[in-house]
């Protein structure tokens, strides 16, 4: 099995900062994309950024240039680094990971328990 646990969420105010890290533990060979998501009430999931085995990064247009994303891949653990917050942040946050568990199968998404990030006055 595997299992991707979050911490780092919490209330914090407008232009804040929070770092969120997930990491990922279980029977695990590889992995591959990990990434960031997150839902607000009453809205759907949403990508907030993504970064595979080698580095490349990806984000959406609502967080690039104040959110970070980066990987250790000797501790499978995934961070979000989070600048300038604002309200409309406020989100329950999901980390996924695409895992592979042993050399000859697919991978396979994962996703963690969610972390609350408040962005409030």
């Known amino acids: 099995q595997v299992q991707l646990v979050e911490s780092g969420g919490g209330l914090v105010q407008p232009g804040g900062s929070l770092r969120l890290s997930c990491a990922a533990s279980?029977?695990?060979?590889?992995?591959?994309?990990m990434g960031w998501y997150r839902q607000a009430p009453g809205k759907q999931r949403e990508l907030v950024a993504t970064?595979?085995?080698?580095?490349?990064?990806n984000y959406a247009d609502y967080v690039r240039g104040r959110f970070s994303i980066s990987r250790d891949n000797a501790k499978n653990t995934v961070y979000l680094q989070m600048n300038s917050l604002k309200p409309e942040d406020t989100a329950v946050y999901y980390c996924?990971?695409?895992?592979?568990?042993?050399?000859?199968?697919?991978?396979?998404?994962?996703w963690g328990q969610g972390t609350q990030v408040t962005v409030s006055s």
């Open positions: 996924n990971a695409a895992v592979k568990k042993t050399f000859n199968t697919q991978y396979y998404g994962y």
């Open positions: 970064i595979n085995s080698k580095g490349y990064t």
């Open positions: 279980g029977t695990i060979f590889s992995i591959n994309l």
